[in-house]
């Protein structure tokens, strides 16, 4: 399975974009990249996927680059509540579990 | 609404004391997933039912066992938990394999 590499941390001004990096350089072309985030003492909560396209729902858009190694999750418009760890897993077509890497901590301040 | 329920959201057991931990959900999913989630570390794939149709990680201890009764309920049973086994253990549901995962919120386990 692909391996991601993302910040350990971030911060964002509440209101502000949060804009969240992951590299996947070794993603294959069938590989689809999805996106969880957990708050504190809570489940994974799913955002957001993608293959080739970018996505847009109610919670976040997804860019992926033409290339496809790496791509950015963007909160529109943070909130306190945004704060989180933020997963980016690469998945295969065949896959049937979720590989969690480390995160993103998100910290949104006031 | 629909969702994956875990119950209790704390559980506290004694060194050596089997514990179970249960998860249900009302999405119809053909899926549950069991994972742990050690204190400052990521989830973990411990086992899956697809139906009635178990599927065991490689790596998961012998200690772990999973039972799935009906669609709507799946089991986690730690035969002797071991202060290792200190842990959220979260509980995960999908259409089929292929398709997104939701998850309940969790179980912490205390063993003492």
């Known amino acids: 399975d692909a391996k991601t590499t993302q910040p350990t941390s971030m911060d964002c001004a509440e209101g502000r974009a949060a804009n969240l990096p992951c590299n996947h350089s070794t993603i294959s072309g069938n590989e689809y990249v999805y996106w969880y985030r957990q708050i504190h003492s809570q489940g994974p909560q799913y955002i957001i996927h993608g293959l080739k396209n970018n996505e847009t729902n109610e919670m976040a858009s997804l860019i992926i680059t033409e290339d496809r190694k790496s791509s950015t999750l963007i909160l529109p418009h943070a909130t306190l509540r945004d704060t989180a760890v933020y997963y980016c897993i690469v998945r295969p077509p065949s896959g049937d579990k979720l590989i969690f890497g480390t995160g993103t901590r998100l910290q949104v301040f006031p | 609404d629909a969702m994956v329920i875990q119950n209790p959201r704390y559980q506290v057991t004694q060194f050596g004391k089997p514990v179970t931990l249960s998860c249900s959900q009302t999405?119809?999913?053909?899926?549950m997933y069991w994972y742990q989630q050690k204190s400052s570390q990521a989830p973990k794939l411990l086992f899956h039912?697809?139906?009635?149709?178990?599927?065991n990680e490689a790596d998961t201890p012998d200690n772990f066992q999973s039972r799935r009764p009906n669609t709507s309920f799946c089991f986690l049973d730690i035969r002797s938990p071991g202060l290792g086994d200190a842990a959220m253990y979260l509980c995960?549901?999908?259409?089929?394999?292929?398709?997104?995962?939701?998850f309940g919120p969790g179980t912490r386990l205390l063993v003492l």
């Open positions: 039912y697809y139906d009635k149709d178990f599927n």
């Open positions: 995960a549901t999908s259409r089929d394999p292929l398709e997104t995962q939701y």
């Open positions: 999405l119809n999913h053909n899926v």
